[in-house]
């Protein structure tokens, strides 16, 4: 049984949510391209700039780059207001961009999120740091051509769990 405030993150991703080609040079440029993707928030120029900001405060605090190329870009608390369902968007870079990671790896792999409480925002934390710890998935994320791909890998890991 689930309860309330499980989250299953393949359920959180789309093609619109997913950017396989990311162009930054640096990293506030990869958080503008990522939070881009977010549609819910495509005609919210105020509630974008209020995740802008926050991911960007929450980055001077301490980097969400957490090694083996990932980052998982969030704001510091949950955002009350700006969604009132949690959100998810991948990106993947190239070449990789410098994101102060502990492991010095520039980072590939971007997992932003978005949650409207504590709870969901922990929950989802959690379970992308669970499943990014196998380096299959990891490279399999690397690898994938289409957004569907991606989505699917992301299901069959959780199926795992």
């Given at each position: 049984m689930?309860?309330?405030?499980?989250?299953?993150?393949?359920?959180?991703?789309?093609?619109?949510?997913?950017?396989?080609d990311?162009?930054?040079?640096d990293?506030?440029?990869?958080?503008?391209?990522l939070?881009d993707?977010?549609?819910?928030?495509?005609?919210?120029?105020?509630a974008?700039?209020?995740?802008?900001?926050?991911?960007?405060?929450?980055?001077?605090?301490?980097?969400?780059?957490?090694?083996?190329?990932?980052?998982?870009?969030?704001?510091?608390?949950?955002?009350?207001?700006?969604?009132?369902?949690?959100?998810?968007?991948f990106?993947?870079?190239?070449?990789?961009?410098?994101y102060?990671?502990?492991?010095?790896?520039p980072?590939?792999?971007?997992f932003?999120?978005?949650?409207?409480?504590?709870t969901?925002?922990?929950?989802?934390?959690?379970r992308?740091?669970?499943?990014?710890?196998?380096?299959?998935?990891?490279?399999?994320?690397?690898?994938?051509d289409?957004?569907?791909?991606?989505?699917?890998?992301?299901?069959d890991?959780?199926?795992?769990l």
């Amino acid at each position: 049984m689930t309860s309330p405030n499980s989250v299953v993150l393949s359920n959180l991703l789309s093609p619109a949510t997913i950017n396989l080609d990311l162009q930054s040079p640096d990293r506030d440029s990869v958080l503008s391209e990522l939070v881009d993707q977010i549609p819910q928030l495509a005609k919210r120029p105020e509630a974008r700039q209020t995740l802008l900001r926050a991911l960007r405060e929450r980055e001077q605090l301490h980097s969400t780059g957490i090694g083996d190329g990932i980052a998982l870009p969030h704001a510091r608390n949950a955002l009350v207001g700006l969604t009132d369902q949690p959100m998810v968007a991948f990106g993947r870079h190239p070449r990789g961009i410098p994101y102060d990671a502990i492991d010095s790896v520039p980072a590939r792999l971007f997992f932003l999120l978005v949650a409207p409480t504590v709870t969901q925002h922990l929950t989802i934390l959690a379970r992308l740091t669970r499943l990014l710890r196998d380096a299959r998935l990891r490279q399999a994320l690397l690898a994938a051509d289409q957004p569907e791909q991606v989505m699917a890998l992301i299901r069959d890991a959780e199926a795992k769990l």
